[in-house]
C-alpha cells in the first residue's frame, strides 16, 4: 500500500545561506556593476555581461529584472538574489546550470 505524498515545507534559509548567496552574486556580478554609470538601465547590465563575457545563467538573470532601471549597485544585487541566478550551481567549463535534475538521455 502506498502511503500519501509528504507536504512540502517552505522554510526559510539560515542567515548565513542567504549572505553566501548574496556574496556569490556580488562576485558575479563585481565586473558588470564596476563599468556601468548608475542609475543604470537593465539592457546596460545585459550589455555589460555579454561584453565581459559572463555566463549564461547570469546573463540569463540579467534579462529577467523586474526593474527597467536600478539606482545603485545594491539594488541590483539585492534584486539578483531573489532571481533564478541564486542556488544554481554553474558549471565553470559550459556556463550551463545545473538544477539538480538529471539530465535527460534522448
Known amino acids: 500500500m502506498r502511503g500519501l505524498p509528504l507536504p512540502i515545507l517552505r522554510v526559510p534559509p539560515p542567515t ?3 549572505e ?3 556574496a556569490d552574486v556580488r562576485i558575479r556580478l563585481a565586473a558588470i556593476l564596476d563599468s ?3 542609475p543604470v ?3 546596460q547590465l545585459v550589455a555589460a555581461a555579454d561584453y565581459h563575457g559572463s ?3 547570469t546573463r540569463e538573470a540579467l534579462r529577467d ?3 527597467e532601471t536600478y539606482p545603485d549597485p545594491a539594488a541590483v ?3 539578483m538574489a531573489r532571481t533564478s541566478l541564486v542556488g544554481r550551481a554553474i558549471d565553470s567549463a559550459t556556463g550551463r546550470v545545473h538544477d539538480g535534475q ?3 538521455s534522448s
Do not use: M
Open 16 to 18: 548565513w545561506v542567504a
Open 20 to 22: 553566501a548567496k548574496l
Open 36 to 38: 556601468v554609470r548608475f
Open 41 to 43: 538601465h537593465r539592457w
Open 55 to 57: 555566463d549564461y545563467a
Open 65 to 67: 529584472l523586474s526593474a
Open 77 to 79: 544585487v539585492e534584486e
Open 102 to 104: 538529471p539530465a535527460s
